[in-house]
């Protein structure tokens, strides 16, 4: 059981570069989550999706896409890095259906830095 | 926006001894939660209490809830060494359809 796995765990980018962070979940959770951690300010939500076929903007999902491709997979894109979206992001999961205040299960983290 | 704000930002304690750390917050809440995070990893679940409990334990962990004054507090006996990790308070504003709001953190260090 690996939980929630993302991958790059590294990724330095040129402004203006795409990429896509991948994150999985083994878990049979239904509600997944992308947000980014920066000094000082705590996690902020970019995006959820509440179950597999939907997903809805969080606190700063400018500069972001997402997709939920099944129940495990939720990607994040980047369409243009910025120098601004250098930060670490984790992705999450939890149980419930809509219930966003269940415990979260984290995973290790993409250290992203935008050149 | 944040929620919750913890405070100290951090803390430095000799190991044996008891750390402390509180959470305020702004608005009402069905329930708050605390994580951990060690250096560079992911946060990991400690203890949820409900808006409706005044405390709740845990092992070394006692967790206080007073919302007519919209604070927690996060206490861990007998620290030890691995306990050197960041903690950060999660609210659920009991209100539309809002999501876990995660404070700034205190970063505490266990001297050994």
């Known amino acids: 059981n690996a939980g929630v796995t993302q991958t790059p765990k590294f990724q330095v980018l040129k402004t203006g570069q795409s990429m896509t962070l991948q994150c999985a979940q083994d878990?049979?959770?239904?509600?997944m989550y992308w947000y980014r951690q920066d000094p000082g300010m705590g996690l902020r939500l970019i995006y959820y999706?509440?179950?597999?076929?939907?997903?809805d903007k969080g606190e700063v999902p400018n500069g972001y896409n997402v997709s939920r491709l099944n129940k495990r997979e939720f990607s994040l894109r980047l369409e243009s890095a910025a120098p601004s979206q250098t930060s670490v992001y984790f992705c999450?999961?939890?149980?419930?259906?809509?219930?966003?205040?269940?415990?979260?299960?984290f995973g290790p983290g993409t250290r992203l830095t935008v050149l | 926006s944040q929620q919750g704000e913890e405070d100290p930002q951090a803390l430095s304690i000799q190991e044996g001894e008891n750390a402390t750390m509180n959470c305020s917050y702004k608005?009402?809440?069905?329930?708050l939660q605390w994580y951990r995070q060690n250096s560079g990893r992911g946060l990991v679940h400690l203890i949820l209490?409900?808006?409706?409990?005044r405390e709740k334990h845990s092992g070394r962990l006692r967790v206080t809830l007073d919302t007519s004054k919209k604070s927690s507090s996060l206490l861990i006996t007998a620290s030890r060494a691995a306990d050197t990790a960041s903690y950060f308070c999660?609210?659920?504003?009991?209100?539309?359809?809002?999501?876990?709001?995660f404070g700034t953190g205190t970063r505490l260090t266990i001297i050994p």
């Open positions: 999450a999961s939890s149980g419930g259906y809509y219930i966003h205040t269940d415990t979260q299960y």
């Open positions: 608005t009402s809440i069905n329930n």
């Open positions: 878990m049979n959770h239904n509600s």
């Open positions: 999660a609210t659920d504003p009991n209100f539309g359809n809002e999501k876990l709001t």
């Open positions: 209490i409900r808006s409706n409990e």
């Open positions: 999706s509440a179950s597999e076929g939907t997903t």
